[in-house]
């Protein structure tokens, strides 16, 4: 489950997010903990064309959950067009087609850390638990429509690359 919270002022906006989940990467089904994972997020409105954010994150990018510093900006390039980043979080290009059509490009950092037993002698020498972890980037696609105005719809696709995969 998760909560969000958004308060946006005139040129002030505060973010919140919390979300609890039995998920846990490194652990196995058969030891389910709770997950938290959080972030509070300032974002000042300097002017038409330039925002900056500041902010916190407990986050699980790479499946361990590590506190983050947060700093971003949004720079309006024309009418249509935005760069945003929330480093280390994402950069992404923000087209505007319409008020009901926006399409955002992005590159974010992913990955995980999995728990396996050991048990079947196929890596020899190792103990009985070994950690499988990734690190990749994502980039994609993300369509936003608003048909009508209480109602979002969101989807999107992309591919996973720079990949680095180790046992541990």
């Known amino acids: 489950g998760s909560l969000n919270a958004l308060y946006n002022g005139n040129k002030n906006t505060w973010q919140g997010t919390f979300t609890a989940s039995l998920y846990e990467d490194n652990f196995t089904l058969a030891l389910p903990q709770v997950r938290m994972a959080g972030s509070l997020l300032f974002t000042r409105r300097t002017s038409l064309h330039f925002a900056y954010s500041l902010g916190a994150a407990y986050n ?21 067009d935005r760069i945003a980043a929330l480093l280390p979080m994402h950069i992404s290009w923000i087209h505007t087609y319409s008020f009901v059509n926006v399409m955002r490009v992005y590159v974010a950092p992913a990955g995980g850390v999995n728990r396996f037993r050991n ?3 196929l890596f020899t020498n190792t103990p009985d ?25 969101s ?8 990949r680095n995969i180790y046992f541990s």
């Open 129 to 153: 638990i070994i950690f499988f972890r990734r690190r990749e980037f994502k980039g994609g696609v993300l369509w936003r429509l608003r048909p009508v105005p209480p109602l979002i719809i």
């Open 119 to 121: 048990n079947d002698g």
């Open 155 to 162: 989807f999107g696709g992309g591919v996973l690359f720079k």
């Open 60 to 80: 699980y990018i790479y499946g361990e959950g590590r506190f983050l510093p947060l700093v971003g900006a949004n720079i309006r390039i024309d009418a249509d």
